[in-house]
């Protein structure tokens, strides 16, 4: 088994931080604006394709295209943006859109074959709900162990300054605050 060489948390951290805002922003404005402008002309030309269409099966094709134009361009803010709470809510549009749709379609049915249609399609959409909030969870759960971990390593560096004494003791402290960014 190979041991992994020791990495200081705060060369962890500015990696880290490094690379977050190298991912900040993933694509220019201009394409950008030019993505933006191509999902809406999209969604009018999906738009008129529905009029030819009658009853419920066109509620459902407009359904489906407003749907189709909401997850791109949920997905086009995290392509912009590369944050991980844009990419969380491409995983709710999704669920939601899924479920508009899916209750649409249900639209063509009566009675208690109806009401268990929805039903379906709420119980789908509560499912990928609750796995887009796991995700964001899981994502705080991750940021929160690693404030923790850089306070322990804080703690442990001020420890080790409190065996010295003086003039040597003051700048150990004052080097530790800066290298885990405490005041």
Same mark, same amino acid.
């Given at each position: 088994?190979?041991?992994?060489?020791?990495?200081?948390?705060?060369?962890?951290?500015?990696?880290?931080?490094?690379?977050?805002?190298?991912?900040?922003?993933?694509?220019?404005?201009?394409?950008?604006?030019?993505?933006?402008?191509?999902?809406?002309?999209?969604?009018?030309?999906?738009?008129?394709?529905?009029?030819?269409?009658?009853?419920?099966?066109?509620?459902?094709?407009?359904?489906?295209?407003?749907?189709?134009? !909401?997850?791109?361009?949920?997905?086009?803010?995290?392509?912009?943006?590369? $944050?991980?709470?844009? !990419?969380?809510?491409?995983?709710?549009?999704?669920?939601?859109?899924?479920?508009?749709?899916?209750?649409?379609?249900?639209?063509?049915?009566?009675?208690?074959?109806? =009401?268990?249609?929805?039903?379906?399609?709420?119980?789908?959409?509560?499912?990928?709900?609750?796995?887009?909030?796991?995700?964001?969870?899981?994502?705080?759960?991750? !940021?929160?162990?690693?404030?923790?971990?850089?306070?322990?390593?804080?703690?442990?560096?001020?420890? !080790?300054?409190?065996?010295?004494?003086?003039?040597? $003791?003051? =700048?150990?402290?004052?080097?530790? $605050?800066?290298?885990?960014?405490?005041?």
């Amino acid at each position: 088994m190979t041991k992994l060489p020791h990495v200081p948390a705060a060369v962890l951290c500015v990696s880290l931080l490094a690379w977050t805002a190298a991912q900040a922003q993933t694509m220019s404005k201009p394409n950008y604006k030019a993505d933006k402008a191509r999902i809406s002309e999209t969604y009018t030309a999906d738009k008129a394709a529905c009029h030819s269409q009658s009853g419920n099966a066109k509620d459902v094709c407009l359904e489906e295209a407003k749907g189709k134009e !909401k997850v791109a361009r949920a997905e086009l803010e995290f392509s912009y943006s590369g $944050k991980v709470t844009d !990419k969380n809510k491409v995983l709710v549009v999704k669920a939601k859109v899924a479920y508009d749709i899916a209750k649409e379609k249900c639209d063509d049915l009566a009675g208690n074959a109806k =009401n268990v249609c929805v039903q379906e399609a709420k119980a789908v959409e509560q499912k990928a709900l609750a796995d887009a909030k796991m995700g964001k969870e899981i994502g705080e759960a991750k !940021k929160d162990a690693a404030a923790e971990k850089m306070d322990a390593d804080y703690k442990v560096a001020i420890e !080790k300054c409190d065996a010295l004494a003086g003039d040597a $003791k003051a =700048n150990c402290v004052t080097a530790a $605050k800066g290298k885990f960014g405490k005041k």
